[in-house]
């Protein structure tokens, strides 16, 4: 529930940011983003952990071998 909260409050800083930021590179947002990252990292909200509990709560990750890779038109279609 921490990491929801504290992504949560990345985003929404970040965001009252990006609302005020005119600049065409985003330079103030990317700053305002890796400030808030910066901070959540030192608070070790975003650590990774290599217990089975913490695996197992993740999203599954995608075979190989996916429907959307095989059924991709190529470039040599027409």
């Known amino acids: ?3 929801a909260s504290a992504l949560t409050a990345i985003w929404t800083a970040t965001f ?3 609302e005020k930021d005119d600049s065409p590179d ?4 990317m700053a305002a983003l ?3 990252l910066d ?3 030192r ?3 975003f650590t990774s952990s290599n217990t089975a509990q913490d695996e197992d709560t993740g ?3 995608l075979p190989d071998d996916t429907l959307a890779d095989t059924n991709w038109p190529s470039s040599t279609t027409a």
């Open 16 to 18: 009252h940011t990006w």
């Open 26 to 29: 985003m330079g103030r947002t």
């Open 34 to 36: 890796d400030q808030a």
């Open 59 to 61: 999203l599954p990750d």
């Open 39 to 41: 901070k959540a990292g």
């Open 1 to 3: 529930m921490a990491r």
């Open 43 to 45: 608070w070790g909200l």
